[in-house]
T-cell receptor
Framework: DTEVTQTPKHLVMGMTNKKSLKCEQH?????MYWYKQKAKKPPELMFV???????INESVPSRFSPECPNSSLLNLHLHALQPEDSALYLC?????????????FGEGSRLTVL | RKEVEQDPGPFNVPEGATVAFNCTYS??????FFWYRQDCRKEPKLLMS???SGNEDGRFTAQLNRASQYISLLIRDSKLSDSATYLC???????????FGTGTRLLVSP
């Protein structure tokens, strides 16, 4: 079983909805990540938090808004999404903050935007 | 040229076979290298890190060739449960941004 927990596992939302994806880890990792994965494609990095501060934003549209309330939690707030945003959203954590090595992924939240 | 390139496969092999995947990377200054495994509709999981001296974990052997800028994964005595997509992952700059290859799909049949 993964030690990174993501909720919800599945989410269907309309283009005008506001929803949030949640991620939690209790491994004491200080780096947390959001990735987006489309079918038959590799994961694409969206955001990285180090010590609860945003360290990388891969030019993600503002309709995706990350938040790191504390060292164990990571949220991704969603608003006014487009159908092409439908994908698997993966949260990951890493014990390394300066040199990414091992990533521990959650099972993902499968998002469908209608 | 892509930063990390893999043959997408699929590689179809019978149980018990030995199979090898290669992955090439473009940035000669890349710092660290990994193989991840991803089952269908599941999350990626770290299979092994790849060290300069090569490393082995049971039936799996990873090698790094810095001169030719490729890494390899060898799987011996393939099992049905090895069927998955194998992702080559490179850290090109020693920071937090890993670069994932597109993955190589392996199908092991009885």
């Amino acid at each position: 079983d993964t030690e990174v927990t993501q909720t919800p596992k599945h989410l269907v939302m309309g283009m005008t909805n506001k929803k949030s994806l949640k991620c939690e880890q209790h491994m004491g990792h200080r780096a947390m990540y959001w990735y987006k994965q489309k079918a038959k494609k590799p994961p694409e990095l969206m955001f990285v938090y180090s010590y609860e501060k945003l360290s990388i934003n891969e030019s993600v549209p503002s309709r995706f808004s990350p938040e790191c309330p504390n060292s164990s939690l990571l949220n991704l707030h969603l608003h006014a999404l487009q159908p092409e945003d439908s994908a698997l959203y993966l949260c990951a954590s890493s014990p390394w903050t300066s040199n990414a090595g091992e990533l521990f992924f959650g099972e993902g939240s499968r998002l469908t935007v209608l | 040229r892509k930063e990390v390139e893999q043959d997408p496969g699929p590689f179809n092999v019978p149980e018990g076979a030995t199979v090898a995947f290669n992955c090439t990377y473009s940035n000669s200054a890349s710092q660290s290298f990994f193989w991840y495994r991803q089952d269908c509709r599941k999350e990626p999981k770290l299979l092994m890190s790849v060290y300069s001296s090569g490393n082995e974990d049971g039936r799996f052997t990873a090698q790094l060739n810095r001169a030719s800028q490729y890494i390899s994964l060898l799987i011996r005595d393939s099992k049905l449960s090895d069927s998955a997509t194998y992702l080559c992952v490179v850290n090109p700059k020693g920071f937090q941004k890993l670069v994932f290859g597109t993955g190589t799909r392996l199908l092991v049949s009885p």
